[in-house]
């Protein structure tokens, strides 16, 4: 192992075909180490956001909230409310006397300007240790305006992200089972761990639309609270980022009987088998389901297929490295970059378990370096190992890139290009060939001297 790796980490490395797979997770990040994770208040924050007809309201310092503001850059078709970062600027004298008064005057005043469906109210770090009781003010909020008002258990030093995604379904929860569900069709899903990123939850749902299924709830991208309450109305909950949403589906299962399934809306394989997977589930409901997602498959693989084989023309043996925050998605990438002909030499997540890095590791090729909660020396340290083209991460990611020389492919909060369905793979592999191939790399000092000819794309008009 590099001698750059921490010797507390080294079990959080594993190389694929080097040895019987072996791998500690999940754990708190190592002190010291600059972890690339967020805090508990930040997991949270993520995954409730997109609400767009809630209030979100910060109870803690102001910098929580201007970290947090428009994190996950999630598109709404409707309201916006979402977009607007509420905080009730937590100073010296409220860590002395306490800030329950300070929170009450806060809610009181957006509700009214307002006027949302809900309101959340995230607790930080400060806000649990002065002890101010959040659910009593919530309460009493809640019986005075009548709506729903949720404290978000999110102290951040709970624990690591992962605990933010549990204080965020608990919270939704609330939510759920407290609707209407008369007029929700009996082939209707919710769409779970999906943030509506670049519209791209869009695109799903129109797949859905043509197959026959009904969406009742997103969740949480182009969200709206009346959804959530009725969401328990759906036959099925379908499951793409499980690290944020599996633990509410799970939830909803033993207090509604509602079934889920895994699924994942990137790449040609896992899209297909998500869509059929959601056919044969309602097959005896809907007989001519499976023949109209089959027919919706091969309309759309027949236009790709075609333009993805002359990006790869140009992108054959090139070697590529995966950081994400949710391993779902490097799943999908790793099969994503076998149809470029590009090989994945490092994949990696902050927030994979134990099952999510075996099962990646099961996909990879021999020499691949699987890794959890790297830092950025660690992941610098690889990618100049390896010598990679392309490195596939998030903001925090993107620096550490381009100081390398390394070409950059934003997979995260603040992409603007959509990069689910089948267009989004078309999508992907034209940023991708585009990224690789530029000119400006030759002139980094580690591919000084490496030249080629026009790309294939270009030549063909693409």
Not at 178 to 196: I, K, Q
Not at 341 to 354: E, F, I, K, W, Y
Not at 372 to 377: E, H, K, Q
Not at 396 to 403: L, V
Request: charged content about 25%; hydrophobic content about 40%; proline content about 3%.
């Amino acid at each position: 192992m590099n001698t750059q790796v921490l010797e507390e980490r080294q079990d959080q490395f594993h190389t694929v075909g080097g040895s019987a797979f072996e791998m500690a997770c999940n754990r708190e990040s190592l002190a010291g180490a600059v972890s690339q994770r967020a805090c508990v208040f930040c997991g949270s924050r993520v995954v409730l956001y997109p609400i767009a007809d809630a209030l979100h309201l910060v109870h803690g310092p102001l910098g929580c909230a201007a970290y947090t503001w428009d994190i996950r850059g999630a598109l709404s078709s409707g309201p916006e409310l979402h977009r607007m970062s509420f905080c009730t600027d937590l100073r010296e004298n409220d860590v002395v006397f306490g800030g329950e008064k300070k929170l009450a005057r806060a809610l009181d005043e957006l509700i009214d300007r307002h006027s949302p469906k809900a309101a959340f109210v995230y607790s930080t770090c400060i806000a649990g240790l002065i002890g101010d009781d959040m659910d009593a003010v919530c309460a009493r909020a809640e019986s005075e305006k009548g709506i729903p008002v949720i404290a978000v258990r999110s102290e951040g030093f709970k624990g690591n992200k992962r605990e933010g995604y549990s204080a965020a379904c608990r919270a939704m929860m609330r939510l759920v089972g407290t609707g209407d569900t008369s007029g929700v069709p009996r082939v209707a899903v919710n769409l779970l761990g999906d943030y509506n990123l670049a519209g791209e939850l869009w695109i799903i749902r129109e797949y859905f639309r043509r197959m026959g299924v009904g969406v009742v709830a997103n969740v949480t991208g182009d969200g709206r609270v009346e959804d959530l309450r009725r969401a328990h109305g759906a036959a099925l909950n379908v499951v793409q980022c499980s690290g944020s949403t599996m633990e509410l589906a799970k939830m909803m299962r033993e207090a509604h009987g509602t079934p889920f399934i895994r699924a994942s809306y990137l790449g040609i394989e896992d899209m297909a088998a998500s869509l059929y997977a959601v056919a044969d589930f309602f097959k005896n409901e809907d007989p001519e389901i499976v023949d109209r997602t089959a027919c919706l498959v091969r309309e759309k693989l027949t236009a790709l297929m075609p333009r993805l084989a002359l990006y790869r023309q140009d992108l054959e043996g090139k070697k590529a490295a995966i950081y994400v925050g949710g391993a779902f998605k490097a799943f999908s990438l790793v099969k994503a970059f076998r149809h470029l002909g590009m090989r994945v030499a490092l994949a990696g997540s902050q927030t994979g378990t134990r099952e999510d890095y075996e099962e990646l590791a099961a996909i990879c090729d021999p020499g691949c370096v699987i890794v959890d909660d790297a830092n950025p020396l660690e992941l610098s340290a690889f990618l100049e190992k390896e010598d990679v083209d392309v490195l596939v991460g998030g903001v925090k990611e993107r620096p550490i890139a381009y100081k390398l020389g390394v070409g950059f492919c934003d997979h995260n909060h603040e992409r603007k290009i959509p990069l689910e369905g089948f267009e989004g793979m078309e999508n992907f592999a034209r940023e991708i060939h585009a990224t690789v191939t530029s000119p400006v790399w030759r002139f980094m000092p580690r591919r000084a001297g490496r030249t080629g000819g026009m790309p294939a794309c270009l030549e063909a008009g693409i």
